[in-house]
Structures are given as structure tokens and as C-alpha cells.
């Protein structure tokens, strides 16, 4: 079981559940191989098609809650700051 594997089965469930957080949990949980790698692929597409709002509260604890909104506005005012071309 590799990546190869598991970035397409992770798109499939996403394909066929791009708004839908918990379904997509749930089918991908239900396909076996390593559930956990699978389960934060697929979370991590659907969740950023839908936006944090439509991910449930208990499941963003889960993924550190806290932590992960901090550094989701550290990078969206990353992507509002202009490109610099100095290197």
C-alpha cells in the first residue's frame, strides 16, 4: 500500500463526495488499506473545496484543532501579501 495507491482512491472519494465531510470519512474508512492516511487525504480535499465552516466542530479538533486555524490565516495572509521578486 503506497501513495500510489492512495492519492487515487482519495480523489475518487472526493469525486463522489466533494461537500459532504462525513461521507467521504465514511466511504474511505470503508475501503480498507490504512485508513487513517486515507481518511486525512480525503478530509484534506473535501475540507478544502468546503471551507472550515462546513467541516463538523468535533472533526476539526481532531486535526489540532487550534493549531490548524492559526496556521490557516497565517496562510491566507500569506497569499494577500504581494510576490517580492528579491532573491
Known sequence: ??????????LGVFLRHPTDFLAALKEIASLGGRPHNNA?????????????????????????????????RQLINLADQPVSSDR
Open 40 to 72: 486525512l487525504l480525503v478530509g484534506q480535499l473535501v475540507g478544502a473545496n468546503v471551507g472550515l465552516t462546513e467541516i463538523p466542530d468535533d472533526m476539526v479538533g481532531c486535526a489540532g484543532g487550534l493549531l490548524m486555524l492559526y496556521l490557516a
Open 1 to 10: 500500500y503506497s501513495v500510489m495507491t492512495a492519492v487515487p482512491l482519495a
